[in-house]
């Protein structure tokens, strides 16, 4: 998908009408531009750039890091900068500082400034720590009888007592920040410039580093600003922020509200209308009601899929299926054989179980476990494992880890009549429709079959769809991958093919739960009334979610919550749902979804009521 960017200022909802500050303004930012020329082509010798000057064929294309920006920081004020990489905030910061010379509008600094700009900046590298802090301070406008006052608390601070007279090229890049902030510190600067460095060095310094900055900020009422990729950080330590795009100024206001209009849409893709019904969202005034959201994480795929076995008890059940995790198509055609089973399906590794699913295994103490995905020179590790813990179970092993033979192999392994009357085809990487499809393949105890490298149902796939076992077929796919010439051969053999194909997987995902999950909980008297919330390119943590789907009423929600337009379209298809939903259950830890995406869709569900 082609990168779309926008680059629009937003407006701040903080309101400050009734305001009035009167602290010293300590920074003025006034319409600043700064450009650079950028030559439009290699020149490789100074012979070639004086050949080229004097032809006048010398040409620059012009990049504006910072395109007309204007705030202002006042004394005491905490201010925070972000943007994603290459969006000109340490453009920003060298300006502030005095390194660069603006290409347009003013900058004015009042008082003395302290800058921590870049590591390494002022240190020679071949000489001792000890001696490198003479220089730099030298550098910062510190004398030596100055320097000499100050070296241990400098030393101290920067805890490198026992490495002084060790060269600095030997010292590690959080070593560097920790000498660097402890000698722009030592003495209290009006203004002091943080850029990145907080984020260099172990938690215990950063956090100390946290401390010296708070002291400078409450103590001696120092103006602060700092650059971080780090939004809590921002969040935590600013009373004040602004976010530049592309040399932009997107947002400025207060630091709780900028970040989070920034986690909501900083760095994600997607077009402007996509942007606007979002931003709209999280600024609504609709109150977010936490109990409508519930989240099912492990540490790691492993034991999430361990929590959700446990969410969906099967005391009838004696079978455990198990599959290797890095293998997604396999992994669905497991999760079609637990259903099967009747069994849950956990999550192991190609050549080891991991402990949360051993863990889960003897909690369980099946007296069948199915093995899916494990190649057979890796098996021993195992096949290993389980011997040693259940000795007493009866193992089955489908080696395959090709997934269309994969999938005849897992077929077979459980009886025909354990099988329902539909089939599911599909290719290797439709992870996203398979998800939507997981509620009802579930239910409908239906397998998963997949075509070869050449788009091709191969001749045993075939023998098995058309066995008359089934009575239909869900093909996941276009009419290139499935022409109509396949569906026809199967209705003369007495089969009903459908294709289900979208533009997108949102779509898809939407056209799912209307054809297939709603309308067949429906026929059971039932209502659907909780989405299951999973990454759309993220399968991993959600291949045994068709038990827990079945026991709770649910359909799946597909959301990149990355993608602008896949958030604005599930925010649009909750309100679609006109109340119906009363639940969101989010599967994955915080790199999935993290509050400012559950707070987007929890706000949808609301307004939809």
């Known amino acids: 998908m082609t990168e779309i960017v926008n680059t629009s200022p937003l407006a701040s909802h903080t309101d400050q009408s009734s305001v009035v500050d009167t ?21 490789n010798s100074l012979k070639e750039y004086a050949v080229a000057f004097a032809k006048r064929e010398l040409m620059f294309k012009e990049f504006r ?11 005491g004020d905490v201010f925070g900068i972000l943007g994603t990489n290459g969006s000109g905030k340490s453009t920003m910061l060298k300006i502030i500082a005095g390194v660069l010379e603006p290409s347009s509008g003013s900058c004015h600094v009042n008082g003395n400034i302290a800058p921590l700009i870049e590591l390494g900046a002022g240190f020679d590298f071949e000489l001792t720590a000890r001696e490198n802090i003479y220089l730099n301070g030298a550098l910062l406008g510190y004398s030596r009888k100055f320097i000499n006052q100050h070296f241990d608390e400098i030393v101290e601070f920067a805890e490198i007592e026992k490495f002084l007279d060790m060269p600095m090229k030997n010292y590690s890049s959080g070593m560097v920040a920790r000498i660097a902030f402890a000698i722009a510190t030592v003495i209290v600067p009006d203004v002091l410039i943080v850029d990145e460095v907080l984020s260099v060095g172990d938690f215990m310094f950063q956090q100390k580093c946290e401390q010296r900055i708070m002291s400078l900020i409450k103590e001696h009422d120092v103006t602060v600003l700092i650059v971080s990729h780090n939004n809590d950080q921002i969040e935590r330590l600013c009373n004040k922020a602004i976010w530049i795009e592309k040399g932009h100024a997107r947002m400025m206001g207060s630091a709780s509200e900028v970040c989070d209009a920034y986690r909501a849409l900083g760095g994600h893709i997607g077009s402007a209308e996509s942007e606007a019904i979002v931003y709209d969202t999280l600024v609504s005034p609709v109150p977010v009601d936490d109990q409508i959201a519930t989240t099912i994480a492990g540490d790691d795929r492993y034991g999430t899929a361990v929590k959700l076995s446990a969410l969906c008890e099967r005391p009838s059940s004696d079978a455990v299926v198990l599959s290797v995790a890095e293998l997604p198509s396999i992994c669905f055609s497991a999760a079609a054989l637990a259903a099967a089973y009747d069994a849950p399906l ?27 995905g494990v190649a057979s020179e890796r098996e021993q590790g195992v096949l290993a494992e389980l011997q040693q813990h259940f000795n007493d179970a009866h193992l089955q092993f489908a080696q395959a880890t090709e997934p269309q033979t994969a999938a005849l192999d897992i077929y077979r392994s459980a009886e025909p009549q354990q099988w329902g009357d539909c089939a599911i085809v599909s290719w290797d990487g439709c992870f996203g429709d398979q998800m939507s499809l997981l509620p009802y393949s579930t239910l409908k105890k239906a397998p998963y079959f997949y075509i070869d490298e050449n788009d091709q149902i191969d001749n045993e796939t075939w023998g098995v769809l058309t066995s008359g076992h089934f009575s239909s077929v869900l093909f996941l796919g276009s009419d290139r991958t499935f022409p109509d010439e396949m569906l026809t051969r199967l209705h003369n053999s007495g089969v009903i093919g459908t294709r289900i194909c979208e533009d997108n997987a949102s779509l898809a995902n939407k056209r799912i739960n209307a054809d297939y999950i709603i309308p067949t909980l429906q026929q059971q008297g039932k209502n659907v009334r909780s989405l299951i919330v999973s990454s759309t390119w993220q399968p991993f943590n959600s291949f045994n979610i068709g038990g827990y789907a079945i026991e709770n009423d649910a359909a799946m929600l597909l959301v990149d919550s ?38 987007l869709l929890i706000k949808a569900v609301q307004q939809a009521k």
Do not use: C, W
């Open 23 to 43: 602290r010293p303004v300590m920074i003025d930012v006034d319409h600043v531009s700064m450009v650079f020329n950028m030559a439009s082509e290699q020149l």
């Open 562 to 599: 990355t993608n602008l337009d896949s958030m604005a379209f599930a925010i649009q298809y909750l309100k679609e749902l006109n109340g119906d939903i009363n639940r969101l259950v989010f599967v994955g830890d915080d790199n999935q979804f993290n509050r400012i995406d559950k707070r």
């Open 346 to 372: 956990l999550l192991i590794k190609p050549d080891h179980i991991p402990d949360s699913t051993m863990q889960e295994l003897q909690r369980l103490k099946p007296s069948t476990i199915i093995v899916a």
């Open 65 to 75: 890091a910072i395109d007309d920006v204007s705030f202002t920081v006042r004394k």
